[in-house]
């Protein structure tokens, strides 16, 4: 083989080996950047849920607010967010609850019995918890985030933190329904 001939092949075998490092690089970087949009996206996704059942529940709450009718009661052993209602004299209750990784709503006349599993699908979350924190509040909270609702007629003084003590412009977090 001729000088010449080595070198071309020579070239040839070294622009082969930059191209192969290259694809080599832009398969790394892309396989990197596919890893991280998914677990972007599955914690984006996982917050967005928590939030959304939290807004759910400040919409309904809002929706309901009359005065005593907003309370934390149980529902076949379950905590559950209920709205008492009278409708033409007969009192029905929603109940907003936590069950098997969903929550559920259940709309019925009052009194009758039904399992957790009759009440509708809302939306899949992690955990769900309502607190009755003193003086009518409640706190709603789920996956770190939290909801606070101040129902009518529920309280006869002011709201526990509603006042920021000593200046402290930060002491109080949350919002209200």
């Given amino acids: ?44 996704r996982d917050g967005h849920d928590e939030r959304a059942a939290l807004s759910y529940i400040r919409t309904k709450a809002k929706n309901n607010d009359i005065s005593g009718g907003i309370l934390i009661d149980t529902f076949c052993g379950l905590p559950a967010l209920c709205f008492d209602e009278e409708l033409d004299f007969t009192p029905y209750r929603t109940m907003i609850y936590y069950f098997d ?31 009755e924190i003193g003086n009518g509040l409640i706190k709603v909270e789920s996956g770190g985030f939290e909801l606070l609702i101040y129902p009518r007629g529920g309280a006869t003084g002011p709201l526990p933190g509603a006042f920021p003590e000593d200046g402290d412009d930060d002491a109080f977090e949350g919002g209200f329904a």
């Fill in 101 to 131: 990784g969903w929550v559920y709503e259940l709309f019925s006349e009052k009194g009758l019995d039904f399992l957790p599993e009759d009440g509708s699908r809302i939306i899949r979350i992690d955990g769900l918890s309502f607190h």
């Fill in 1 to 44: 083989m001729t000088k010449k001939g080595r070198n071309q092949t020579i070239d040839t075998i070294f622009v082969l080996l930059i191209f192969c490092i290259f694809a080599v690089s832009v398969l790394m970087v892309l396989m990197l950047s596919a890893s991280t949009y998914k677990n972007i996206t599955d914690i984006s």
